[in-house]
């Protein structure tokens, strides 16, 4: 079964996630902040589906840590409300996968979460 | 004899005027001060600053960190400098040349090298040593220069500084994540603002945990728990009454926004006061009242800095002599607006009641008590009277300090303990009896040392935060 | 940020300001009376007693309201977050199961959860929620067309329609864009922002005219229509004063209009600087070489004003010619920091090599350093 952590503060994205995710059998770990979600890095996972703007720190430098400290290649789906090109640029410039921007739709974040995930 | 009886007594009465006028004021800040409060409490909505934070429309900020010594604290501080939600903004970190470990703590904790940068040297400052850029963090700038102060530094900072809006924050300080947004809205919405100030609060005691204020808790010692109610009087009522009044003299060192541009124009900060924030303040008042502009200088609530405050005796002197210094030093370099009618309400009730009721009110205190001992001497002292009447003045102060308690309680980040509540409100009885007397002493003291003590700083001791 | 409350609150303070005002206004009154002798002591002790009275009265029963509040809300917040979750869960299980939700009434928390869903969501789940909301009937529309309604209230249900998204509610909302209470027109605006489409859309723009909001406030209206933009952008464009002009031509920019590039031209032969500085940075962000206006490009590049010349130097490296490279290479020596840095930057976009050049024997200190300093950032 495979394993996605999810890094989202917003309880209602995180809601829609826990669901669909749930759906699709996968098994999912919510954090909600900076420091627990560095925590969770460590362990390996199938994906990941990250904010950029938490409690505590930057989603982007949640990237940068796993991408340049801890060498992962896990993909990674950022998801979040902003919508400025230099973040799109920066999430790219470190390695993320996918962009989605809120509102998204869930349909098209999972089918593309499968892909990579069965790529692996 | 009598003379002197006379004189006594039309004393008394004087200072009873003194203290109704005095309380007329306090009570005209709380009522101003609430309504604005209240009603700001609802109209800035969370949805609008999502829409901010994830479009376009946003000015650019610079945040200046000036440090001295503290090695301990800087790293985190700005690691929480760094998280905050800002769509575009760089941190300026400037090492007014630490004896300490300042500048190798920041180089190992953020990878930093050495650059060579062109900067525009639109203010006179303290030569730069070096400056430093992060290889992790794109934003982060780091200054190492010769010693010359907090006011130095920070112009160091702002010749640095590239964006139109500049954050001048202490660097012991923690912002809400939101602080930046939901200060920064108000320049974009209107042209005429120069400057933000926001609302500071007692870190002490919160369980912090890397940069995140997880919950409020009552710092364990006295001091420390009367700072809390001290605080939350001076903002939510002090800075709120005179803002919606049109007249806010100060903005905290510890956390306030300006326009760049407005700042070099006046010429950044004044080296040779202690009072550097509260005179830049009435600096851009002073130069936008003289120019006839219209203008806005404004606190606002919502941005919220906690900030460490003394746990001890001496810390916590020396800082109000400071304060108290700064402010003298500010009435003095602006006397012109002293009952100066060009200046509007600054000339006629602000600056007149920073006269009258902060810088002189020590001394109005100290003689005060100093004459119990001369009445009780002459016969004319009344135990039962003066015990009524000083039942009276604490009574008084309390009800100031409950109003701001219960401001507090609409927060949503408050204390949350009942407990802590109960104890807030005991507390703010406590205030009256030697708290403040040994403040006002060391206030008046600072009253006399206002020209030989000027431009020095005293050192500040810290606790570093407990992580 | 805020409990609700504070009205509550404010009445309480209001009440304990009077009481106090009363007791030390006739102290004052005594004492200054006992000093020409109009009243006796007795009257003077009763005034001290009655003040003392009066403000323990007063301390008793803020305190109790502030320990009452602090328990009342404290639980009562528990309980509403714990609905807020439940109506969550349910709407988010029904949106992907299939099926109808639980029919109306509902109650606050439905509503809100429903509403952040829709906040989030786009796509087919997104129509889903918009028909679930229409068939709930909220009352926002009735509240803002409501004659007696508090401020707050207006504000909440203003607020709640720029979430739902309702295009037929539009009609309730442009009223509140000439309301005199600036904080309301405001929140009209960004409701009907994000509420308008089709042909809402010029009547949005018409009553954006009628606003007069502050132009920073406009602009970040106009980014709220996103990809409906256009219309508004260009009625405002050519019908508004300078303020809206401005905010256009700086959506244009931001949002990246490239078909209201022929409307944003003209304004680089505009009299006042800050509308063709606005247009400059719309064209810059477009990346819009804007052939045909060299004169005027080169004209702004020797202006008094910094601004104006830095914008422009910004704007001429577009061009990509030997005009272009000759002016920026003059602009190295601009005495303003902001000039030479945009010169420099411009030329590193056109042509590296001749930026090197130019840190090597450019003729003024200034502008060596300054191109020293942009190729090593660019390095």
Redesign the interface.
Known sequence: MARVLVVEDDPTVAKVLEVALGREGYLSFLVR???SAKVALQEDWDAIILDI?L????GL?LL?YLRKELRKSTPVLILS????E??LAEAQALGAQEYFTKPFSPGGLIKRLKEYVAAR | MNLLLDFL??YQ?VI??YF?LL??FY?LF??FG??M??RY????????L????????YLPVSILVPTYNEEKTIAHSV?SF??L?Y??FEVIVVADGPKDRTLEVLKEAFRLVE??????RALPAKPVRAVYRSL??PNLIVVDKENGGKADALNAGLNLARYPLFCAVDADSLLD?QALLRASRL?????RVLAVGGTIRPLNGAVV????VETLRLPRGFLERMQVIEYARAFFMGRAGWSAMGALLIISGAFGLFRREEALRVGGYRTDTVGEDMELVVRLHRRAREEGREYRILYTP?PICYTEVPADWATLRRQRNRWHRGLWEVLWNHRVMLFNPRYGRLGLVAMPYFFFFEALAPVVEVLGYVLLPVFYLLGLFNPE?AL??L??AV??G??LS??A???E?????RY?R?WD??VL?LFALLEGLGYRQVLALERFVATFQVWRKRGVWGEMRRKGLES | ???R???L??LL??L??LL??LA?GS??VV??GR?FGLFGYPQV?GA??Q??VL??T??GL??A???L???Y??SRELLDRKAYEDWLARFTEILFAGGSPPPPPWPREAFEALLDLR?MLKGEFAERITEWLRQANPPWPRILKARLAS??LR?EAL?AL??ARLPETLEAVLPYLAHPDP?LR??AA?AGARVAQGQGLLDLAKALLEAAL????L??VL??LEDRAEPVVEYLLSQGGGEEVWAALEAVG??KLASLVERVLPFLDQADPELKAAAMRALYRLRYPPHGYEGLLLAALKDEREFLRAHAARLMALLGNDLAQRALWKALSDPS??VRRAAAEGLLRMNKGFLAQAAERHPDPFGR??A??VL?EAA
């Open positions: 902040d900076y420091p703007n409690p505590g720190g930057s430098d940068r409300g902003l919508k400025q230099r973040s | 007594f039309l009465v009873l005027w109704a309380n007329f009570t709380a009522f609430l309504g409060v209240a409490a609802r109209e800035l909505s969370e949805l609008s999502k829409d901010f934070l994830e479009r376009e429309a690691r760094l998280a939600h769509p575009e650059v060579e940068w062109v900067y525009r992790v963090y994540a320049f974009l919405e209107d042209d945990r890397e940069g995140i919502d009277f009524l009447f039942l009276l009574g008084y309390v009800l409950q109003l308690v219960g401001m309680t609409l927060l949503l980040q949350p009942l509540r109960v409100l | 940020m805020w409990r409350g504070e009205r609150y404010a303070v209001f304990v300001v106090e005002g030390l102290l004052v004492f200054s000093l002790y001290l007693w003040a003392l403000t323990g007063a301390l803020l305190a309201y502030i320990l509040y602090h328990v809300s404290a906040e401020r707050p504000l607020e720029a979430q904080v405001l929140a960004r502050p132009r920073g406030a602009l970040e980014l709220l931001r949002l920091f902001y350093a300054m020293q300093q090593r």
